[in-house]
Antibody, heavy 116, light 113 residues
Framework: EMQLVESGGGLVQPGGSLRLSCAAS????????MTWVRQAPGKGLEWVAN????????YYVDSVKGRFTISRDNAKNSLYLQMNSLRAEDTAVYYC?????????WGQGTTVTVYS | DIVMTQSPDSLAVSLGERATINCKSS????????????LAWYQQKPGQPPKLLVN???TRASGVPERFSGSGSGTDFTLTISSLQAEDVAVYYC?????????FGQGSRLDIE
């Protein structure tokens, strides 16, 4: 069974940092593009970032450029999202997903709350 | 950025009836070299992650019931549920993958009438 499990969410003050992780199993992680998508409370879905199989191509939504960094460790079947200079508007459930066109496998999400 | 606009924002349909959700993109998501529309549909139930229903505008994902179908091309797309079941109550999103940033529609909430 293909599975993605996110971790690392929590409460953080504005300006703080968090590192999200996503552990993959049941599929070939090293040959898969991966994605982070977020969903603010009561709101819709927002694509955050993509990374290619080897980590050489990365794409970000404008609102996180320069603050968030997507990365991966294929040896550990893991995807990461380093989030710096966090703002209240970054409060959301963060999902990792497989793919960079459509996204066919999703994790359950991890919640990030930025509070002052 | 490609803006995806769904309509309606919410709808209520009787069990067994047809439900139709529309999605319009601000520019074409049809890639001329392969004649494919770079558009997907997702279903999200409360407290759950999204689930892929349709990709390439009209290809049902594995395991998705036949009552779900996608259609359209270029800038105008439709998700149709042919005979609404109780378990179809959810929010539905379209998403384009023609260009970065990937963008979603605002969502359409479907309830039982």
């Amino acid at each position: 069974e293909m599975q993605l499990v996110e971790s690392g969410g929590g409460l953080v003050q504005p300006g703080g940092s968090l590192r999200l992780s996503c552990a993959a199993s049941g599929f070939s992680f090293s040959t898969s593009w991966m994605t982070w998508v977020r969903q603010a409370p009561g709101k819709g879905l927002e694509w955050v970032a993509n990374i290619n199989q080897g980590g050489s191509e990365k794409y970000y939504v404008d609102s996180v450029k320069g603050r968030f960094t997507i990365s991966r460790d294929n040896a550990k079947n893991s995807l990461y999202l380093q989030m710096n200079s966090l703002r209240a508007e970054d409060t959301a459930v963060y999902y990792c997903a497989r793919g960079h066109y459509d996204m066919g496998v999703w994790g359950q999400g991890t919640t990030v709350t930025v509070y002052s | 950025d490609i803006v995806m606009t769904q309509s309606p924002d919410s709808l209520a349909v009787s069990l067994g009836e047809r439900a139709t959700i529309n999605c319009k993109s601000s520019q074409s998501v049809l890639y001329s070299s392969n004649n494919r529309n770079y558009l997907a549909w997702y279903q999200q139930k409360p407290g759950q992650p999204p689930k892929l229903l349709v990709n390439w505008a009209s290809t049902r994902a594995s395991g998705v019931p036949e009552r779900f179908s996608g259609s359209g091309s270029g800038t105008d797309f439709t998700l149709t549920i042919s005979s609404l079941q109780a378990e179809d109550v959810a929010v539905y999103y379209c998403q384009q993958y023609y260009d970065w940033p990937r963008t979603f529609g605002q969502g359409s909430r479907l309830d039982i009438e």
